[in-house]
T-cell receptor
Framework: RKEVEQDPGPFNVPEGATVAFNCTYS??????FFWYRQDCRKEPKLLMS???SGNEDGRFTAQLNRASQYISLLIRDSKLSDSATYLC????????????FGKGTRLSVIA | GAGVSQSPSNKVTEKGKDVELRCDPI?????LYWYRQSLGQGLEFLIY????????KSGLPSDRFSAERTGGSVSTLTIQRTQQEDSAVYLC?????????????FGPGTRLLVL
């Protein structure tokens, strides 16, 4: 089983739609979790960290289910500018250590 | 403030030549990471520097790859005798040394093409 798995998509959704991405991770000892966003031919940028209690940032909501070892990202009221690849990222060791990236889920928001 | 910078932004080389890729982390960041991303693939960890500790080289794919970090700041990734499969985007990231959920900030990457 791969360390971090995501549905590659693409997800093609109309503006205003709600879309959800899931991600599973294999290491039950994983410590911290993130969603990064990567635009075409650009570097990844942190979208949001994922906390055990779940967290929300505007139109974005992240959830963590440790028992089932999955992470989700919900995007409400999709905008054209949300079109990007969303990377599920897990830190399998304590503190600042190399991150393990999923291959990403591609989202296209269509007018 | 200034982010992570990398140079060159693009590099085309011939098979068998050596290349050097440079990374300038954010000032004050003690942790520095190298990753690479091949076409259609996820990011692959290569090497990690943390302060004055010995680097974590567990991700280097072969002994043709090496990296150093001078003075706790600038890092250079060297690929010797390049092969076509080394073609990828090489990304550098840095972070503060403050524990959990610490954000890694990425540079724009160096696109390497080995002909």
């Amino acid at each position: 089983r791969k360390e971090v798995e995501q549905d590659p998509g693409p997800f093609n959704v109309p503006e205003g739609a709600t879309v959800a991405f899931n991600c599973t991770y294999s290491n039950s000892a994983s410590q911290s979790f993130f969603w990064y966003r990567q635009d075409c031919r650009k570097e990844p940028k942190l979208l949001m960290s994922v906390y055990s209690s779940g967290n929300e940032d505007g139109r974005f909501t992240a959830q963590l289910n440790r028992a089932s070892q999955y992470i989700s990202l919900l995007i409400r009221d999709s905008k054209l500018s949300d079109s990007a690849t969303y990377l599920c990222v897990v830190n399998t060791r304590a503190g600042n250590t190399p991150l393990v990236f999923g291959k990403g889920t591609r989202l296209s928001v269509i007018a | 403030g200034a982010g992570v910078s990398q140079s060159p932004s693009n590099k085309v080389t011939e098979k068998g030549k050596d290349v050097e890729l440079r990374c300038d982390p954010i000032s004050g960041h003690t942790a520095l990471y190298w990753y690479r991303q091949s076409l259609g693939q996820g990011l692959e960890f290569l090497i990690y520097f943390q302060g004055n500790s010995a680097p974590d080289k567990s991700g280097l794919p072969s002994d043709r790859f090496s990296a150093e970090r001078t003075g706790g700041s600038v890092s250079t990734l060297t690929i010797q005798r390049t092969q076509q499969e080394d073609s990828a985007v090489y990304l550098c990231a840095s972070s503060l040394d403050t524990g959990y959920q610490e954000t890694q900030y990425f540079g724009p990457g160096t696109r390497l093409l080995v002909l």
